[in-house]
Each structure stands twice: as structure tokens, then as C-alpha cells.
């Protein structure tokens, strides 16, 4: 993209609701965006027919995601025990007091009342089933019931996060990793475990795994690396970048410290109409 132009590349990817996360690094590539969308017919409509590409775009990148080691669950190491013990407590507890909804990268299929109640529990996942009902046109009853299948099922998830900044990770890096094929499920799913990870899959490119973990300083970037080649020997770093800037975590509109001041719901079915979801 042509020089200066990142931040505002990136600002205007976020505006986009089927884009979940934007972020501007180093390297040939400068901003990394990532979309969903419920099924491959969908991915090729968000991909060919529906993604507003900024002018300032001179050369575009594109990587299908497929099976997902890491990232949907992780811990931040911000609460003690006692603090972790009262959340446990109130989870049990209708509506929970988390920041954000999610779909699973294993979702079933889900039908538009699904869709909706998803994307109403976008902008604030703590709402109650009473304005829930309002919002969907039902009752509390039945927006507590449709609720109670999701995430019995697995295919909705509660997550809080933070300005990370704020308590002690300062930086994210980005891995391209090369991996053997009959060594990917191993190697994901260690990667997957690491405190650091929030995102790790398995993509359809010569370097098939993709991940991105939390950094306290420059020198933890250097303890990662070397934790890789010391537990994974078999695998190739093709290509390691620096987040300079994160502008949208998961549908929230972050400053520079990563402080939330707007919110986009995240929408995986944004313009697919009219395709199997």
C-alpha cells in the first residue's frame, strides 16, 4: 500500500462487519485483517464479491483458515485465585457477566434466530433475556432457552478481554510457521496452549500454520522463538512480524493502549445472503 497510508487502511477494513480483527504490522504486508464467515461458498462471496478494498491497496494477500489450535480460550495471568473463584461463580449465573459473544470455529449450523440472538449480544454480552425479548420480538423465556442450546452445544462463547497495554503485554507478534503435515496436530496444539496465544491455525499456504501471541517486551519475541525450535525442531519460521497497532479486537474499536470506544458487532454472515449458511 502506498507509504503512510496504514493506519487508514486499517481504519477503514474495521468498518467492516464480517472483519473481526485489524491490526497494522511490520513487514511487506502491513495490515493483517481477519474475516469470517460460515462456510467456504461464504468465504469466496466475502472474499471476490463483498470486501471494500481501500484505494490506497496495491497489493492484496488472501489465506484460508481451517483447523483452530488456539486462541478462542486463554489467561491473561491479571486476576488471583480469589478473583478467579468469584468469576467461576457468577457464570453459573444468568445473564453472565462477560464482555463479548463469539461463534466457535466448529459451530453447527444455525438458523436466523440464532443469527440474531448473536448478533444482539454483540454490542454487550452481559445484557438481559428481558431486553434481549425486546430487541428479537420473543421472551425472556425463549431467548434464555435458544441461549442455553448455544452454549450447550459449543456453538456460542463468553470472553472478556483487556488493554492489554495496560497490564504488562505491550506488543503482539505475528508467525508464519512451515510445519510437516503429519506433525500439524501435535505442533497446533502445543502452540495452542502457550499463555501467549491468541490465535493459531492451520492455513491452506506453503507456511500452514498461522500464529499470534501476546509479547511483555521485544526479548519475550526472542524466548518464543527459541521455545519453538527447542520443542518443535521440525518446523521453519518463514516469516515473523511486529503489531505496531491493533484498531479492532474482535468487533471493539480500540486507542492506542487498546481501550474500547466503539463497537461493531461482529457479523459472520454479513453479505452472504442467498447462500447456504
Known amino acids: 500500500m502506498s507509504a ?5 487502511v486499517a481504519r477503514e477494513l474495521s468498518e467492516v462487519p464480517n472483519i473481526s ?15 469470517l464467515a460460515p462456510t467456504l461458498a461464504g468465504i469466496s462471496v466475502a472474499l471476490l464479491e463483498a470486501l471494500p478494498v481501500p484505494d490506497a491497496v496495491v497489493c492484496l494477500r488472501t489465506h484460508v483458515y481451517g483447523s483452530t489450535f488456539g486462541g478462542i480460550f486463554w ?31 466448529q459451530s453447527r449450523s444455525l438458523d436466523s434466530g440464532d443469527h440474531a440472538l448473536f448478533l444482539a449480544l454483540g454490542h454487550d454480552g452481559r445484557r438481559a433475556y428481558t431486553d434481549l425479548a425486546d430487541d428479537l420480538g420473543s421472551t425472556p423465556q425463549v431467548v434464555k ?32 510457521i512451515r510445519v510437516p ?29 498461522c500464529v499470534i501471541v501476546n509479547l511483555r ?18 518446523v521453519e519460521v518463514v ?17 492506542e493502549q487498546g481501550r474500547c470506544f466503539r463497537v461493531i458487532p461482529v457479523d459472520p ?7 447456504v449458511i
Open 4 to 8: 503512510g497510508s496504514e493506519l487508514s
Open 21 to 35: 480483527t485489524v491490526c497494522v504490522t511490520t513487514g511487506e504486508y502491513q495490515v493483517l485483517a481477519l474475516m
Open 75 to 105: 489467561r491473561l495471568g491479571v486476576l488471583n485465585r480469589m478473583q478467579m473463584d468469584q468469576v467461576r461463580d457468577e457464570l453459573g449465573k444468568p445473564p453472565s457477566p462477560i464482555a463479548r459473544a463469539e461463534t466457535t470455529p
Open 145 to 176: 432457552r435458544r441461549l442455553d442450546r448455544l452454549r450447550r452445544h459449543g456453538d456460542i462463547i463468553f470472553r472478556c478481554d483487556v488493554a492489554r497495554s495496560l497490564v504488562g503485554w505491550h506488543s503482539m507478534a505475528l508467525f508464519w
Open 181 to 209: 503435515d503429519a506433525d500439524m496436530q501435535v505442533v497446533g496444539r502445543s502452540i495452542g496452549t502457550w499463555s501467549e496465544t491468541r490465535h493459531c491455525a492451520a492455513v491452506a499456504s506453503p507456511a500452514n500454520l
Open 217 to 234: 517486551s521485544l526479548e519475550h519475541l526472542d524466548e518464543l522463538l527459541l521455545r519453538l525450535a527447542r520443542d518443535h525442531p521440525s
Open 239 to 255: 516469516d515473523r512480524r511486529l503489531v505496531l497497532r491493533q484498531v479492532k479486537v474482535y468487533g471493539r474499536i480500540v486507542d
Open 269 to 275: 454472515w454479513f453479505r452472504t445472503e442467498g447462500h
